[in-house]
């Protein structure tokens, strides 16, 4: 009888800060929100946090400098901008393709993990020629059901039928790394993205990698330490 064959190790990888460049746009697009809800932006106020948790989420705390609560009606301004063309004010990193290629030669199953909106992700992901790296993309869903990534990576491994112990996820934030501990998941931080090595460090990476070129090898060592 022949061996039974190893299932391959799926890996996760967020887009936002990951995969490319998004900062421009997304930044483009609060600051439009925020003109149209009648503020001047203040361009001092780095909104480099507000990439990677749900605009529903992180949306009050950037009106709050403008004594304003109008959360709802922001968000949708904000993805209104986004989707009429602040999506495509960005770049994917250097390096990311020969990574991504790297990975699927070595046999690992891709998908897109993102807290965006799916329908904006599949829109970027195409523009940029990524999409056919990816078994599936994955996002947020109107409704509010997957906007939180701990939720959306058990989504995915309950829907690809995926065992969280041939498993991995990789991100630029806190809550990618959170996200893959809640549900079993060793997370890799990229340090090229928006919440830095400390913030990976402190969420308790399993590896942190500075470029790229590095995570074939960080995805081998977590995937023989298992």
Known sequence: MPAEQPVPAAVLIDLDGTLTDSRPGIVASYHAALRSLGHQP?????????????????????????????????VALYRDHYGRGGLFQ???????VDALEGLASAGFVLYVATAKRTVFAVRILDHFGLSPRFVRIYGSE??????????????????????PGAAIMIGD????IAGAHINGLPGIGVAWGYGGREELADAGANRVVDHPRELLDAVRSLVSAD
């Open 42 to 74: 203040d361009l001092s106020i780095d909104l480099t946090h507000v990439i990677g948790p749900p605009p529903e989420e992180i949306m009050p705390k950037v009106l709050a400098h403008y004594g304003d609560d109008r959360g709802t009606e922001a």
């Open 90 to 96: 960005n770049s994917v990193y250097d390096g990311i």
């Open 142 to 163: 109107p409704g509010g059901t997957l906007d939180h990534k701990g939720d959306l990576i058990a989504h995915i491994l309950a829907r690809e039928g995926i065992d």
């Open 173 to 176: 934030r806190r809550h990618d």
